[in-house]
């Protein structure tokens, strides 16, 4: 099953310097037709105003009924892809075991994916995607893919979770103990938008317990790649971290709290700010096997610890 919050094909009319189309609601704008060295949809920049966008190649604006975007030439009816303010696959009630499989989803105010129901049960996918999460308002960002509240397995398989508005994965308790994730051969890139801090390709809180198999992350727009944190217990292998943020620091695994981490050949990149950390223990407790910083330090602060197993 595919399914984006917006259209597949979109027809386009030329307007001094910019093409429309009669498009309402629209929250994020995406190029198919270039894609980034990951496999995703080029995100197209908001302009101010329709003049703005007239002179500034790969943007967008929405002015009353109409979206203008400018990407250099005619854009193809599915060169384009519009996301608007609807939900994407969203189980705000559903409590019983639930499967997905080869089910590609693009959009989602509440997210792409969306787990929220008090329940005992579990939760398997395989080979699907959810990217691409468009929040209703700039108050209201959202993760690519959000597990709330389950207790039971949560497992994913050959996944991807990128493009959130916050987190790729996201994986909460909030109230309900026993959740277990398990991921294996799964990513998450490129999560973040606009004015959302803390966004993190992969992310446990409270009480989670995960095993992360193969797993590929990177390039969150304002936080950390893979941050477990609270009274998490995580065991990684395989597992790689590509960490370039934005906000002066960047950090590819970090270990937060009351958490335990192990980390087993895995590697952890993290350049281009003014503080790069591969690795940081920030008062949780890291074991590693085979780790390799391919680029940044490791860090300890507030009582964490990195020691080999």
């Known amino acids: ?28 704008v995406f190029r198919c037709d270039v894609l980034t060295e990951e496999g995703l949809y080029t995100e197209l920049s908001e302009a101010p105003d329709v003049a703005s966008c007239a002179a500034t190649m790969n943007s ?49 105010i509440s997210g792409a994916l969306h787990f929220d129901a008090v329940a005992a ?6 080979n699907c995607s959810f990217r691409y999460s468009a929040p209703s ?3 209201a960002l959202q993760d690519a893919a959000r597990v709330r509240r389950t207790q039971g397995l949560v497992a994913f398989f050959d996944c991807d979770a990128s493009g959130g508005a916050k987190d790729g994965w996201s994986f909460h ?3 309900t103990a026993g959740m277990h994730v398990l991921l294996q051969g799964c990513s998450g890139w490129r999560n973040g938008l606009s004015t959302a801090t803390s966004c993190n390709g992969f992310t446990t809180h409270d009480g989670v317990r995960a095993i ?40 590819a695994f970090k270990c937060s709290n009351d958490a335990l981490m192990w980390l087993q050949d895995c590697a952890g990149d993290a350049a281009g700010q003014a503080e790069n950390y591969a690795l940081q223990a920030n008062s949780g407790t890291v074991f590693t096997r085979g780790f390799v910083a391919t680029s940044g330090g490791v860090d300890v602060t507030s009582g964490g610890s990195v020691t080999s197993f």
């Open 60 to 108: 967008w604006v929405h002015d009353g009924a109409l979206l203008h975007v400018n990407v250099g030439g005619t854009p193809g009816a599915e060169d384009i892809a519009v996301i608007r303010s609807f939900h994407g696959a969203r189980f705000m009630t559903h409590d019983k075991d639930f499967y997905l499989e080869n089910v590609y989803c693009e959009g989602g």
């Open 212 to 251: 992360l198999l193969g797993g590929d992350f990177g390039l969150s727009r304002n936080g950390i790649e893979v941050h477990v944190i609270q009274s998490i217990e995580t065991w990684a292998a395989g597992c790689r971290a590509v960490a370039r943020d934005v906000d002066g620091t960047s950090v």
């Open 121 to 126: 049960r579990n939760i398997a996918g395989v």
């Open 173 to 175: 308790e909030d109230g």
């Open 1 to 28: 099953m595919r399914y984006r919050a917006g259209p597949f094909s979109v027809a386009w009319n030329a307007a001094n310097g910019t093409f429309t189309a009669n498009e309402s609601s629209v929250r994020r």
């Open 137 to 139: 308002s700039p108050t």
